[in-house]
């Protein structure tokens, strides 16, 4: 499934990275806490979280991750933008709770 599919498909606002809506997503992966993300995280996983500053980019591009999407209407910090347009990682957002929007990322990846 590419992020394209599930942004359509979970009516996600795109906030930048649109480069990398073809990114493959082979998993999901939840958290705040950027060091969980960091040591536990997969390769071309989604990540959710209502992180929204510019430390995200430098983990989601260390674990080359398909996309980041924010939760409950947080909106990324402008250089958190600049650095998801640079590296081609979008960056995409819901006002959805981490628990419904994880929910439904599952349903779509599993199916």
């Not at 347009?85 to 995409?92: A, F, K, M, N």
């Not at 006002?95 to 439904?104: H, N, Q, W």
């Given at each position: 499934m590419k992020v394209r599919d599930i942004q359509e498909k979970l009516q996600l606002q795109?906030?930048?990275g649109g480069s990398g809506l073809?990114?493959?997503?082979t998993g999901g992966y939840v958290s705040d806490?950027?060091?969980?993300?960091?040591?536990?995280?997969?390769?071309?996983?989604?990540?959710?979280?209502l992180q929204t500053h510019k430390n995200i980019m430098?983990?989601?591009?260390?674990?080359?991750?398909s996309c980041i999407i924010i939760v409950k209407g947080f909106?990324?910090?402008?250089?958190?933008?600049?650095?998801?347009?640079?590296?081609?990682?979008?960056?995409?957002?819901s006002?959805?709770?981490?628990?419904?929007?994880?929910?439904?990322l599952y349903q779509l990846i599993k199916k």
């Open positions: 795109l906030f930048s073809d990114n493959e997503i806490l950027l060091s969980d993300v960091m040591g536990n995280s997969d390769s071309g996983e989604a990540w959710v979280t430098a983990i989601a591009s260390l674990k080359e991750l909106k990324p910090e402008q250089e958190t933008i600049d650095k998801s347009d640079e590296d081609g990682i979008p960056i995409l957002g006002d959805k709770s981490t628990f419904e929007i994880s929910g439904e």
